[in-house]
């Protein structure tokens, strides 16, 4: 196994930042869900931060280093879907910084409420994501203002905080499911399962409809794809990040493709079964699991329920049975 990517004392760092701006989140094995699913099944909360989303976890850990080596910095810029730019506009402000954050037309209204809320810039720009980063990057230099990657050493650092959580508190687990879009998420879980020195196992979920990853691990290549048009907004990427790339090709067990409609299934098992509400990101994992149910049967699994922060439209339209179309 190659070196990990941090060392424990890394994460206990990231961890004593991190819960200084807000608790760990819980861990808890729904006894609807392990029928569902036949394993016993355990939900790390991430939809219970103080943005709804995992992503102000690696916000936390990227300001505080942006603020110790450039003292200076009058402000960030960076790009979104939504709960990235809470996140960073949330920790910005709170560090006295400005937070400039771009998203595509037709992004999320009620994220793009959240993000104004707490107190970012916002601009509308572009077709989706992707245009969307090439234009915060764009200002950045032109502005004086620090772009914020999609991917970077300290997103991921304060990331991982959430699986050293989960797997500290379930170190046994045979497999975790978690979603990708930029893919802070899962090197985040990879770094710390092997920072433990555990053997979990990792499977990476993308949507169907935006399955740049899959098409990467195929190809042992980075691989774009037209378009991503899925209402799982947070895994609606068309262009790999090389340096995660780098990292779940080797870390992860495997990726799986779900479909819009397999999300809107466990958005709907979510809410019956525990009352959570789920994104389409923050269901990815359980629609895996779903769909691998018997290959993991018997076994102990965690899903990563990344965020809550779905349109109340869209979130009607589920429950009422169907499937919102971006």
């Known amino acids: 196994m190659a070196d990990p990517l941090f060392s424990l004392d890394d994460l206990e760092e990231a961890a004593r930042l991190v819960h200084a701006r807000m608790q ?9 869900l392990a029928e569902a699913t036949g394993t016993e099944v355990w939900v790390k909360h991430e939809n219970h931060t103080p943005t709804g989303a995992f992503k102000l976890r690696g916000a936390i850990t990227f300001i505080d ?61 572009g077709a989706d994501f992707d245009t969307a980063r090439e234009e915060a990057f764009r200002v950045a230099e032109t502005e004086g203002l620090v772009p914020v990657p999609p991917f970077h050493r300290e997103l991921v650092r304060g ?18 499911y978690v979603p990708i879009g930029c893919g802070s998420g899962i090197c985040g879980t990879i770094a710390a399962r092997d920072a433990l020195g555990l053997s979990t196992r990792i499977v990476g979920v993308v949507s169907e409809n935006a399955d740049c990853v899959l ?14 048009r899925t209402f799982a907004d947070g895994l609606a990427v068309r262009v790999p990040v090389a340096e995660a790339f780098a990292i779940y090709s ?12 397999e999300i809107a299934d466990a958005i709907r098992l979510y809410f019956r079964a525990t009352h959570n ?25 965690g899903v990563i329920l990344c965020g809550g922060n779905i349109d109340s439209a869209w979130f009607a339209e589920v429950l009422g049975g169907g499937v919102p179309q971006p």
């Open 65 to 125: 280093w942006l603020a110790r080596t450039q003292p200076d910095c009058p402000g960030i810029v960076t790009a979104t879907r939504g709960n990235h730019g809470q996140g960073q506009a949330l920790a910005a402000r709170a560090a006295g910084m400005t937070a400039r954050i771009y998203v595509p037309e037709g992004n999320s209204v009620e994220k793009n409420a959240a993000m104004r809320a707490f107190g970012a810039d916002l601009r509308i720009f």
């Open 24 to 32: 760990p989140t819980p861990q808890y094995a729904w006894p609807l």
């Open 277 to 301: 509400v789920a994104e389409g990101a923050g269901a990815a994992p359980l629609a895996a699991l779903m769909q691998e149910r018997q290959m993991m049967a018997g076994r102990r699994v």
């Open 159 to 176: 990331v991982a905080t959430y699986a050293q959580e989960l797997f500290t508190a379930q170190p046994d687990l045979h497999t975790v």
């Open 215 to 228: 098409r990467s691990m195929a190809a042992s290549d980075l691989v774009e794809t037209p378009t991503a």
């Open 250 to 261: 080797a870390g992860a067990e495997r990726i799986v493709s779900v479909s819009d409609e």
